[in-house]
């Protein structure tokens, strides 16, 4: 699975748009690009994924560059309770990936939302 | 709600001693997936199981095993705890194989172990 970088921490005001940045510059073209969060102590939430094209649903969307090697997770209009460390992460989904259908996390973003 | 459970919530005991964590998946889920999560790290996973078969293994220790029954709970058994095995355990489950139609994993809320 490719590697993923992303800022350590990042603040926000509550109310405004969250963009949370994903480098991606290895994945190769059959990877998709995952977002999770984990709310402190609490199991991880997925969020959204996507391969190539912008994706939105009720949580968040998502903006990948054309080229691939990077995305952003957007929260339109952050609150308070959207404090928490997102994880973006790049796999090959699939029943032929043996094996690695498991979800590699790697450090995240810890997202502080400022009232 | 994940409709994962985890049991129990927290759990104490002493070096040395052997526990069991246990996971009930969401209805109709045939994948378990087992993580640790020590103090101020990342989530690293231990172990994956399918339909009762392991599917994959992870960093997991020698002293650490897991299975999953016929009726698809799963259990996390750390035998010969040490200081350092303290941490969140966290069980996911998901329909089947993360594919290209399932795409979502569901994690439970955990069980805190601490080790003194």
């Known amino acids: 699975d490719a590697k993923t970088t992303q800022p350590p921490s990042m603040d926000c005001a509550e109310g405004r748009a969250a963009n949370l940045p994903c480098n991606h510059s290895?994945?190769?073209?059959?990877?998709?690009v995952y977002w999770y969060r984990q709310i402190h102590s609490q199991g991880p939430q997925y969020i959204i994924h996507g391969l190539k094209n912008n994706e939105t649903n009720e949580m968040a969307s998502l903006i990948i560059t054309e080229d691939r090697k990077s995305s952003t997770l957007i929260l339109p209009h952050a609150t308070l309770r959207d404090t928490a460390v997102y994880y973006c992460i790049v796999r090959v989904p699939g029943i032929s990936n043996f094996g690695n259908e498991k979800l590699t996390f790697g450090t995240g973003t810890r997202l502080t939302i400022i009232p | 709600d994940s409709g994962v459970t985890q049991t129990p919530k927290h759990l104490i005991t002493a070096t040395g001693q052997r526990v069991t964590l246990r996971c009930s998946p969401r209805?109709?889920?045939?994948?378990v997936y087992w993580y640790q999560q020590s103090l101020d790290q990342g989530l690293q996973f231990l172990i994956q199981y399918y339909n009762g078969e392991e599917r994959a293994k992870g960093n997991i220790l020698e002293r650490f095993s897991a299975q999953q029954f016929p009726d698809l709970h799963s259990e996390l058994n750390l035998s010969s705890l040490e200081l350092g095995d303290s941490a969140l355990y966290f069980c996911?489950?998901?329909?089947?194989?993360?594919?290209?139609?399932?795409?979502?994993?569901?994690f439970g809320q955990g069980t805190r172990l601490t080790v003194v």
């Open positions: 209805s109709g889920d045939l994948s």
């Open positions: 996911a489950s998901s329909v089947g194989l993360l594919d290209y139609k399932n795409t979502e994993a569901f």
């Open positions: 290895t994945i190769s073209g059959n990877e998709y």
